[in-house]
């Protein structure tokens, strides 16, 4: 039996994509720890003493949640929460970044950008996911997946769920879905499904790899509110495939879909976070 891939267009309206995330705040930093108490309260778990503590704690149980398991005023706290955390980092509008590591293909202006990609004021961010789509449940893990739906809230996840289950099955290798960011500085998150690599680079993984860059483009493509995106590194972490290598595969693909699609994006960002990385896609770049 062939499995075909929902389409966005397949599961928009029961993840409400298109309708903007608005949330209503007038809290301030002081109830921040109201906010953890009262969800740690509903979870049953009240860990440590200190706010740091807590908050750990419920960073940590969050991650193992299973999806739509948060009260609709759970889901109200932990989003005010967020608010309040994302209002007190330093956040990058990639309108306003200028670096001479740029290139323009056509009208497209691309470039590198270093740091951590939940705190990129930029139309679309990419997620590098699992086949589940539903996050990383290993909890304080230090990946991307981790990372992404941490900053976004529970209803990341809570749309990933639904859309996997229209799907019925594990998302393939090389496909991407999209959701809102709910509680990121972006209006929407790209997941996609890089190739897991064991050994030597086959041309397979290749070849996958560049399909999961090019199924992220294509969504831009058709969303027309989509003028700019940042890519994480697919496929460089724990599932192993060689940084320099998927570079090389990243900007490759990346320049060759906008020679062929031209004036569809104003700006796409290789995003980056370790030194090291920073210095492979620049001397490619």
């Known amino acids: 039996m062939i499995h075909i891939p929902l389409h966005h267009t397949e599961y928009a309206d029961e993840i409400n994509l298109f309708e903007p995330y608005q949330l209503n705040t007038s809290a301030s930093s002081t109830d921040k720890e109201q906010y953890v108490d009262f969800i740690l309260t509903e979870l049953n778990e009240v860990n440590g003493t200190s706010y740091l503590e807590k908050r750990r704690s419920l960073h940590a149980r969050l991650n193992m949640l299973a999806p739509n398991t948060l009260s609709k005023e759970a889901i109200e706290a932990l989003n005010q929460l967020l608010q309040l955390e994302l209002n007190e980092k330093e956040i990058?509008?990639?309108?306003?970044?200028?670096?001479?590591?740029?290139?323009?293909?056509?009208?497209?202006?691309?470039?590198?950008?270093?740091?951590?990609?939940?705190?990129?004021?930029?139309?679309?961010?990419?997620?590098?996911?699992?086949?589940?789509?539903?996050?990383?449940?290993?909890?304080?893990?230090?990946?991307?997946?981790?990372?992404?739906?941490?900053?976004?809230?529970?209803?990341?996840?809570?749309?990933?769920?639904?859309?996997?289950?229209?799907?019925?099955?594990?998302?393939?290798?090389?496909?991407?879905?999209?959701?809102?960011?709910?509680?990121?500085?972006?209006k929407f998150v790209l997941h996609t499904v890089g190739p897991i690599v064991q050994g030597n680079v086959t041309e397979q993984s290749k070849s996958d790899l560049a399909s999961a860059y090019i199924s992220c483009l294509e969504i831009c493509k058709e969303i027309d509110s989509i003028r700019s995106i940042a890519f994480c590194g697919i496929s460089t972490g724990v599932f192993g495939y060689p940084a320099e290598n998927a570079a090389q595969v990243a900007l490759a693909t990346v320049k060759q879909w906008l020679m062929d699609n031209p004036d569809c994006l104003e700006t796409v960002v290789f995003n980056v976070f370790a030194d090291k990385d920073k210095m492979i896609y620049e001397s490619l770049i």
Request: glycine share 6%; charged share 15%.
């Open 92 to 186: 990058t509008d990639i309108n306003l970044y200028n670096t001479s590591k740029s290139q323009n293909i056509g009208n497209t202006k691309v470039l590198i950008w270093q740091g951590d990609i939940t705190t990129l004021k930029v139309d679309a961010i990419v997620n590098a996911a699992n086949n589940q789509m539903l996050g990383c449940f290993q909890p304080l893990h230090a990946c991307i997946d981790n990372a992404i739906h941490s900053a976004a809230g529970v209803q990341l996840r809570d749309d990933c769920n639904t859309i996997m289950e229209k799907q019925g099955f594990a998302e393939p290798t090389g496909v991407a879905k999209i959701t809102r960011a709910y509680n990121l500085p972006s």
